[in-house]
């Protein structure tokens, strides 16, 4: 999926704004790809987004822990 790549990309961008957005959107894009592909390569960028030193984007992260919750229990 082109997706992916690209939002691995974005969430190693320099700017921590770009890091939120992307935390921001990653719920939006479970129902486009499988759960494989989600726990290889999207969960560990949800992992480290989540650990951030960015208040705001360990902030954004974590608000999407639910909604990942409810697509892949």
């Known amino acids: 999926m082109f997706i992916v790549p690209e939002l691995k ?9 770009v890091w ?24 560990p960028i949800l992992q480290r987004l989540c650990s951030d030193k960015d208040s705001d984007v360990r902030l954004s992260s974590i608000t999407q822990v639910p909604d990942i919750a409810r697509e892949y229990p």
């Open 9 to 17: 990309s974005l969430s190693i961008d320099e700017s921590s704004l």
């Open 20 to 43: 939120k957005s992307v935390a921001s959107n990653l719920s939006k894009i479970l129902p486009k790809i499988n759960k494989s592909l989600f726990s290889g390569e999207m969960f």
